[in-house]
């Protein structure tokens, strides 16, 4: 919210067309960490066998796998942001739903005699 004054409005409708979003992109990370792998694989260890290789591999090596691991973190986060999204939305309707029920079903009667009884 901002100085101006502003008020966040945000729509269910509004959440549950975004959530989606969410789920196509941690599907194309997903995607993209598994070609990083394949292709990373596929190449095999460009350095050499000798001291210069075997140092390099040593700070690659652990930098390559925190890097897939980070990666699949944020696959997953933006596929449970999906979910939790799509939860909230569906918890709205059904709260509305059920205030909307508790509140039909309430009759006053009327007091015909204006006694207040």
């Given at each position: 919210?901002?100085?101006?004054?502003?008020?966040?409005?945000?729509?269910?409708?509004?959440?549950?067309?975004?959530?989606?979003?969410?789920?196509?992109?941690?599907?194309?990370?997903?995607?993209?960490?598994?070609?990083?792998?394949?292709?990373?694989?596929?190449?095999?260890?460009?350095?050499?066998?000798?001291?210069?290789?075997?140092?390099?591999?040593?700070?690659?090596?652990?930098?390559?796998?925190?890097i897939e691991h980070s990666t699949q973190i944020l696959a997953d986060g933006?596929?449970?942001?999906?979910?939790?999204?799509?939860?909230?939305?569906?918890?709205?309707?059904?709260?509305?739903?059920?205030?909307?029920?508790?509140?039909?079903?309430?009759?006053?009667?009327?007091?015909?005699?204006?006694?207040?009884?």
């Amino acid at each position: 919210m901002g100085d101006n004054g502003e008020i966040l409005d945000i729509k269910i409708a509004d959440i549950k067309r975004t959530a989606p979003h969410f789920s196509d992109q941690s599907i194309a990370l997903a995607h993209a960490l598994t070609k990083l792998k394949h292709g990373l694989s596929a190449v095999g260890a460009p350095w050499g066998d000798d001291n210069q290789g075997e140092a390099f591999h040593k700070a690659y090596g652990p930098l390559v796998k925190r890097i897939e691991h980070s990666t699949q973190i944020l696959a997953d986060g933006l596929a449970s942001i999906h979910e939790a999204m799509t939860d909230m939305a569906d918890g709205h309707i059904d709260n509305e739903e059920l205030v909307r029920a508790m509140f039909s079903r309430i009759h006053v009667a009327h007091d015909t005699k204006g006694d207040g009884k």
